[in-house]
Antibody, heavy 115, light 107 residues
Framework: EVQLVESGGGLVQPGGSLRLSCAAS????????MTWVRQAPGKGLEWVSG????????YYADSVKGRFTISRDDSKSTLYLQMNSLRAEDTAIYYC????????WGQGSLVTVSS | DIQMTQSPSSLSASVGDRVTITCRAS??????LNWYQQRPGQAPKLLIY???SLQSGVPSRFSGSGSGTDLTLTISNLQPEDFASYYC?????????FGQGTKLEIK
């Protein structure tokens, strides 16, 4: 059974940093691209970032480009999202998902950016 | 970026009804279109990929059609568990943008 477990969310002040992790199990992590999607409270889904199988290609939404960095550690079957220069509008539940479009999602990790 | 516009934004229907949700892309996306269902407090669930392919385990009352810029999700014989929010997502070009969502409510 595919399992994706996000961690690392919490309350952070504007301008601060946070690193999200997504621990994967139940599939061969190194054989799949991975994605981060977020959802602000009461709002719709926003695609944030994606990383290729080998990790050599990364993609970002314009809203986070230059501030967020996606990475992966295949030896640990873990996906990361380093978030810097956080803004109030980054407040959301962050989901990791298997592949470019996905039938497998984590339960989400809440990030709150507030002073 | 490719903009995805869903219509309607909200929809009221009754159990047993047939409903259609439309997603319009700002440029042609061929059939690189996916549909998700999201219930409150839950992660999204993939229903349809590649415009018309039913994800494993999804009831056959869900169907997708279209190509290019106008694509649709149809739900036949609505069941109580179908009242949720629905999102389209293009996977033609990154960033793989979502539509703004359609909330399906019980009439």
């Amino acid at each position: 059974e595919v399992q994706l477990v996000e961690s690392g969310g919490g309350l952070v002040q504007p301008g601060g940093s946070l690193r999200l992790s997504c621990a994967a199990s139940g599939f061969t992590f190194s054989s799949y691209a991975m994605t981060w999607v977020r959802q602000a409270p009461g709002k719709g889904l926003e695609w944030v970032s994606g990383i290729s199988i080998s990790g050599d290609r990364t993609y970002y939404a314009d809203s986070v480009k230059g501030r967020f960095t996606i990475s992966r550690d295949d030896s640990k079957s873990t996906l990361y999202l380093q978030m810097n220069s956080l803004r109030a509008e980054d407040t959301a539940i962050y989901y990791c998902a298997k592949d470019w479009f996905s039938g497998s999602w984590g339960q989400g990790s809440l990030v709150t950016v507030s002073s | 970026d490719i903009q995805m516009t869903q219509s309607p934004s909200s929809l009221s229907a009754s159990v047993g009804d047939r409903v259609t949700i439309t997603c319009r892309a700002s440029q042609s996306i061929s059939t690189y279109l996916n549909w998700y269902q999201q219930r409150p407090g839950q992660a999204p669930k993939l229903l349809i990929y590649a415009a018309s392919s039913l994800q494993s385990g999804v009831p056959s009352r869900f169907s997708g059609s279209g190509s290019g810029t106008d694509l649709t999700l149809t739900i036949s014989n609505l069941q109580p568990e179908d009242f949720a929010s629905y999102y389209c997502q293009q996977s033609y070009r990154t960033p793989y943008t979502f539509g703004q969502g359609t909330k399906l409510e019980i009439k």
